[in-house]
């Protein structure tokens, strides 16, 4: 299951543009020099045949063992022979991965009494969103590497409790859309297209849900084109994790997740309450636009020098930033539609997410720091269960150019 290719470099021939030198954010040009190590794994096989769902959760996959920093963490969902599947066959809605402790020994299994979930550093209501890295149908083109001299710390030995050893869980999402009367409305979980009218817990919906994932929970189905016959299959999220061990020349980060969804009180800052998703009316004024915008207002509770960022949204999603107090730009993410039929370049939907690698130092979240947060939807139509999240990396320190010079690879 686990193929190693050992060292190699992301990049070892270009050592210009690690420090000052960083001629923009908003792009990805920049190259890592410090030599990652890089290995493939695969979560355990799902099966999937037309209209039909499935949101697994997977304890104890494998992943790369240590005292490490993640350095980058990428997906797809692929057939028994390896080949990447196309959106509009199998959409992923979501991927997930979690980190937790686990008594050593124990089985694969979750067992609620003793796991101790890490979420990242906030700033949801109980670690919704507690995720290390998580994207939906945009995986294949949203670049995640963390630039150097930073990364994701885990597998510190001194922080896992005695007896215990960490492990990681990954969720899965998916919707095979193969033969359904309507695709879109399949991604979106449409209540009208599943026949359900109770959740996965068995609590009936409100009367006037629409949909949104408690209808598209594990095993139901979206309703097919009448006579559609299609095989049935088995699927796999491959993902490959990049990663160093872990060293003094590493500077760690913080991971932040936000949802556009969430309210807060000013007299309250801790109290959080994210939805996850909402829902997109038709609204077009006038010689306008058609545009939906979301906004909500977080504080940070503590700031720091913002490494990376990047926003998840769904199909009709406009783009999505996070502003300062003052109304600077943070970052602003924006969808990339694909344009064709292949694996990563599906026509109409969103392959990928442009992300934020601001020049080092150059952009400083204050601590405390009240952020907006928007998030833009095409509304020329209505669209059901829609996510507005954005993700940042938050490091404390400045890179050292000293240090970083001696640990040149070359
Ligand atoms: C969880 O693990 C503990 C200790 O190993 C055990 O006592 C308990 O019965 C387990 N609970 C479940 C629900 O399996
Ligand atoms: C919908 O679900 C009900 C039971 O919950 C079942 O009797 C019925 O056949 C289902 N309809 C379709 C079209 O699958
Ligand atoms: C979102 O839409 C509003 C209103 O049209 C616009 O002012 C803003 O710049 C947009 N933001 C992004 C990130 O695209």
Redesign the pocket.
Known sequence: MVHRFGSWSLCIAILVLVLSSIPCSNSVRIKNIFKTNSAVFSSPEFKMRPGSVINKYYYNIDFSRGHIAVKSFNAEVVDESGHPVPLYETYLHHWVIYRYYQ?KG?PQKL????FELLGNSGVCQDNILGQYYGVGSETRKTPTFVPDPYGIEVGNPAEIPDGHEERWMVNVHAIDTRGTEDGLGCTECRRELYNVSKDEHGRPLRPDYKGGLLCCYDETQCRLRKGFQGAKRSLYLRFTVEWLYWSDFILPVKIYMFDVTDTWDPLNPAAHDCKIEYDVAKSCEAGRRCIDSKRTRVTMPTGGYLVYGVAHQHTAGAGSALYGEDGRVICASIPIYGKGNEAGNEAGYVVGMSPCYPQPGSVKILDGETLTHESNYSSSQEHIGVMGHFYILVADQLPNPLKLSMHSPL
């Open positions: 008594p124990n067992n609620e009494s003793n």
